[in-house]
């Protein structure tokens, strides 16, 4: 079992940041590996980010150069910081736990980018 809770998303404009923020806990296993997602209205729900303990980082083609993801082990938190963000970007963002064969999702946060 893992529980997610994300903070930290809201309404910016054109080219201004935003970090978000998920506190991971339970089973440690599931939480070695955090990363986030996003799901604009009427599109699929698509990986931004995912950043595993001690190991490599990556990043959607539309994420890279822009968003940054990191992780405080010693707090279970993993961070999203989105610099420049554009129209586009505009989404209900998840923070996501793989663990064993399922997927473990907080409740969604959304970040809206006016022009």
């Known amino acids: 079992q893992v529980h997610l809770v994300e903070s930290g998303g809201g309404l910016v404009q054109a080219g201004g940041s935003l970090r978000l923020s998920c506190v991971a806990s339970g089973d440690t296993i599931c939480i070695a590996a955090l990363g986030w997602y996003r799901q604009a209205p009427g599109q699929e729900r698509e990986l931004v980010a995912v950043?595993?303990?001690?190991?490599?980082?990556n990043y959607a083609d539309s994420a890279k150069g822009r968003f940054t993801i990191s992780r405080d082990n010693a707090k279970n938190t993993v961070y999203l910081q989105m610099n420049n963000l554009k129209p586009e970007d505009t989404a209900v963002y998840y923070c996501n736990a793989p663990c064993y064969t399922a997927d473990y999702w907080g409740q969604g946060i959304q970040v809206t980018v006016s022009s």
């Open positions: 950043a595993i303990t001690r190991g490599p980082t």
